[in-house]
């Protein structure tokens, strides 16, 4: 059998338990260069998704990793004899979705955005690891600050910040609203 | 009026709630402010602030009864309605347009942003109900040949670091607690421990040793049979110089 | 995209925790005849077998299970260890925290605090630049003492040590969601 670098860089994303980083992969394949290293890639990413596969290659948190596809979620839980993944609740939803949208941000002002006291939420998603302190504010009291972290990247699928709901798709929704009502 | 009955009833709802608001309908004042628009059936841009502020403050007469201190911005949101009712009264002065900053503009801004919050976490909801559907593994596959490797985190943050300090301090105050109320450590138990410790390392330094003794009681057993331990000869403390720590050798001739 | 029994099975041997036995799979999937899955299982065992992959499905202890190739080992050796030089154990954190805490403070100060002998955590600090030396202390044994180095503050966004969360700002975030849970 031939050591093929597509193979390599499969047993590589196979083997990582986070989301493997395209530079990552090219700093630990040094022998190889960098547009072959990219072409093995998308074309490994490719084979996944257009073949007719139980599990995929997926973009999250600026990585690769491997997962299951969500049509044989129902198998899954029934190997592992758990219930359905618990969501957020819906102030926990709210309150994750101001961090994400107004980071690096203060709780006060979080709680200014939702007009409620976000406290709680916060510290749910600070447990859940969605969200980090990461640091304190210059200002009177020098309140915690806090940004979404990787964790809260791969929770949603989304591959970086970028990826977030855009402005356009909001305002689809608000105008979506308006008109239901 | 048909509305304000409509209104009263879900004022119940919160007033049964005792005005925590978890509802799924209302989480708070803006959330309110945001329904009473909606029912009305009204732009946003558009708000009759004399009547939606009497729906409000009505709303804040009710919910007086139940519980205020928690929630600030609920007297920031009626303040600022007051402030702009009031504006709207006011006789106007004959000031040009465009110098006055209309005083609902501060209002709509904050409830754009809020709808725009609420509507970004109803996209986010979508992706997670994809994405918890989708599996990944939370192990290392066993064919790595490796040695097991302890748990490892990528991402740490201030509040990891900080939550495993004070952890490990409650975990102490309970562990001294403990030892404190009675579980006392014995002569033989102190020995073993120290030969056990003495088999597995090479030599043992005293004075960390010492220091890491939980109690003093500990500290001092501990001292006392490392006295016995030479005197029987089966360990030798060497002392390389004065204010240098003791080390502790097993002897190997010990007798066994 | 369409349920396949081959597919199912793939994606059960992939999240299951250990060795995935056949009876297992058939209990699992009672709504499938017996003889169609043991022949998805095998063609799906053939196709990683056949095909030039860098993955592959194999047999032991009774059970299927995804395993990587042995030619593959190098480069999974090297993506480990880069992995654990640019990451902090929980060990090395919990002892980072001691010192962050606690300084100045000594190896056997910490090690008691901890309960265990950090010397190896606090070795790993000491080269990732986390924590310096700064003297000894004039007392038996004139142990070296150890405080966190600026590279630490940047590394947490803090301006001074004055700003690490302080134990009242913690306990607030663990016990409240304790109640919670």
């Known amino acids: 059998m031939t050591i093929d670098l597509k193979n390599i860089i499969e047993t590589l994303i196979f083997i990582s338990l986070e989301p493997l980083p395209k530079e990552k992969i090219r700093t630990l394949l040094t022998d190889f260069p960098k547009e072959e290293i990219l072409a093995a890639l998308d074309e490994l990413v490719q084979d996944y998704a257009h073949k007719n596969r139980g599990i995929q290659i997926v973009q999250v948190a600026g990585g690769y990793m491997f997962s299951t596809k969500i049509e044989y979620d129902p198998w899954i839980r029934l190997l592992l004899r758990v219930d359905r993944k618990n969501r957020l609740s819906i102030s926990a939803m709210e309150t994750l979705s101001a961090v994400a949208y107004h980071q690096p941000v203060t709780l006060a002002e979080i709680s200014a955005f939702r007009g409620v006291d976000s406290s709680h939420s916060l510290k749910t998603l600070l447990q859940k690891r969605l969200v980090k302190i990461i640091g304190r504010k210059k200002s009177p009291g020098k309140p915690l600050i806090y940004r979404t972290s990787n964790r809260f990247l791969s929770y949603f699928g989304l591959e970086s910040l970028k990826d977030l709901p855009s402005q356009e798709e909001i305002s689809k929704i608000l105008e979506e609203n308006q008109e239901v009502e | ?256």
Chains 1, 3 share one sequence.
């Open chain 2, 1 to 256: 009026m048909a509305f304000s009955a409509q209104i009263d009833k879900t004022l119940e709802m919160d007033t049964s709630e005792s005005y925590q608001v978890k509802l799924e309908a209302f989480q708070g004042p803006l959330d309110l402010l945001l329904f009473l628009i909606r029912k009305k059936k009204i732009d946003i841009h558009d708000i009759p602030i004399s009547s939606i502020t009497k729906d409000y403050l009505k709303y804040l007469d009710q919910k007086e009864k139940i519980n205020l201190e928690h929630e600030a911005e609920f007297l920031l949101i009626a303040a600022l309605l007051i402030y702009i009712k009031s504006q709207m009264l006011l006789p106007r002065e004959t000031v040009p347009e465009d110098d006055m900053e209309d005083p609902r503009k501060v209002l709509i801004d904050r409830l754009l942003d809020f709808q725009k919050i609420k509507a970004a976490g109803s996209l986010l909801r979508e992706k997670e109900n994809k994405e918890l559907k989708k599996w990944q593994r939370t192990f290392l596959p066993p064919s790595d040949k490796e040695k097991e490797e302890e748990l490892e985190l990528t991402e740490i943050s201030l509040f990891d670091l900080a939550e495993a300090f004070f952890t490990l301090m409650k975990k102490k105050e309970r562990d001294s607690m403990r030892t404190i109320k009675g579980k006392e450590v014995t002569h033989e138990e102190k020995m073993k421990e120290m030969l056990d410790y003495l088999d597995k390392h090479s030599f043992l330094d005293f004075i960390e040793y010492f220091n890491r003794q939980e109690t003093f009681a500990e500290a001092f057993l501990s001292f006392f049979c490392l006295l016995e331990l030479i005197k029987a000869r089966i360990v030798v403390a060497i002392q390389e110089s004065l204010f240098n720590t003791i080390k502790v050798w097993l002897r190997k001739e010990s007798p066994s």
